[in-house]
């Protein structure tokens, strides 16, 4: 059906599902397994110690990463919270203030910056995952003396529903840190999910920023990895502050031969996902019941279950009773996201699930503990 997993022999689930033949997993995209062509490449790898005098591999990912993000030098990572990690301590000094959207996961989940490092954290309200720009710039101008050095973006933007930042929104942000003398980091986990909603070149997209973070393990199907790219003096010195954190690890060219397979092969591939994304939300909207339903800009649908008088636990519970496995955002909301082990009838049977549940249809009896029996 498509590149990466085409040339096996077995259907998609069979050879490829990470979770039982019977349950639609939309938990995550960091569910895809590597591909055919990954185990391939690994085990075809030239390696070297990553540590002493460098692993091939990990140096062809680290030159492909950052050429295809038109950056100087590239940094290969266990995972993105690393690479975020390293963009803020490699571009921050002491008492610095990082501002970043007050949605973003690196200031919601990450929390490494937080107690790892000895900036402030600013968070900055905004709508979409992008950030309020004459907030953003009475940030800049009102410091309460303390010197700001970093701005943070994050596109696709994870608890915005993978909102990807409008490319003016980027530029004015890159325009702001300019005029004050700040460095731009992008937060680009899904950064290929955003190039390939707006059908920019990745390059183009990370122009606005100084890094860029990358995560292969999400849609891009690699078992594990990140790169940061950005300019060479950056890089060379995350790279010494990654082996500080422990980041620096030996014949990883395993890892990272899945990861130029993710990069050359797996990101011109995502547009399924996001038409996934848009089949779900639009059938579950048509039923027009009391759920929310976002309308997805990349792979990612929010389901808001106010209405329905349940918790998100209970729904997420009930669902998995049903074989449909999601994640509560909230109490209020799920995270459905689509990825590369799920085809349209996959789709389909979730959107019916959600609605057979809201109708009451298949509601569970009351006491029926969901969760144990999976
Ligand atoms: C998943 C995610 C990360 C962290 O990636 P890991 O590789 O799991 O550490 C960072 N930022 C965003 C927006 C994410 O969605």
Redesign the pocket.
């Given at each position: 059906m498509h590149q990466g997993i085409s040339t096996m022999p077995a259907s998609h689930h069979s050879e490829n599902a990470s979770s039982a033949e019977d349950t639609v997993d939309l938990r995550?995209d960091?569910v895809t397994r590597p591909t055919m062509a990954m185990y391939e490449r690994i085990r075809q790898a030239p390696l070297g110690d990553d540590g002493l005098d460098g692993d091939p591999s990990a140096i062809e990912l680290e030159e492909l990463a950052a050429k295809q993000l038109g950056k100087e030098a590239g940094l290969f990572v266990?995972?993105?919270?690393?690479?975020?990690l390293l963009a803020i301590m490699a571009q921050t000094r002491r008492a610095e203030q990082v501002l970043l959207e007050q949605h973003?996961?690196?200031y919601n989940?990450?929390n490494g910056p937080a107690i790892l490092t000895d900036v402030i954290l600013k968070p900055v309200a905004g709508s979409g995952g992008a950030m309020d720009l004459s907030l953003l710039e009475e940030a800049l101008v009102f410091d309460r003396g303390l010197r700001s050095s970093l701005i943070c973006m994050?596109t696709?933007?994870?608890?915005a529903g993978g909102a990807v930042l409008p490319v003016s929104h980027m530029a004015a942000v890159q325009r702001l840190a300019q005029n004050h003398d700040l460095k731009v980091h992008v937060?680009?986990?899904?950064f290929f999910n955003a190039v390939t909603a707006l059908d920019e070149s990745p390059s183009r997209l990370a122009s606005y920023a100084d890094t860029v973070?990358i995560?292969?393990?999400?849609g891009l199907s690699a078992p594990?990895?990140?790169v940061l790219a950005g300019p060479k003096e950056t890089i060379v010195y995350a790279r010494k502050l990654r082996k500080v954190l422990g980041g620096t690890q030996r014949q990883i060219g395993i890892l990272a031969a899945a990861g130029i397979e993710a990069i050359e092969v797996m990101q011109s591939r995502l547009g399924e996902d996001h038409a996934r994304a848009t089949r779900l939300s639009t059938t579950i909207s048509k039923a027009q019941t009391s759920l929310g339903v976002s309308v997805p800009q990349t792979n990612i649908v929010m389901i808001d279950i106010t209405r329905t008088g349940r918790t998100s636990g209970e729904w997420v519970s009930a669902l998995a009773g049903i074989g449909i496995l999601t994640r509560s955002m909230s109490s209020k909301v799920l995270r459905c996201v689509t990825h590369r082990h799920l085809d349209d009838a996959d789709i389909d049977r979730a959107a019916n699930g959600f609605i057979s549940l809201v109708t009451g249809e298949a509601w569970p009896e009351p006491g029926r503990n969901l969760v144990e029996s999976l």
């Open positions: 995550s960091t266990p995972t993105c919270t690393m690479a975020n973003s996961h690196i989940t990450e994050e696709s933007h994870n608890s937060d680009g986990a899904r973070s995560c292969l393990s999400k594990a990895g990140a």
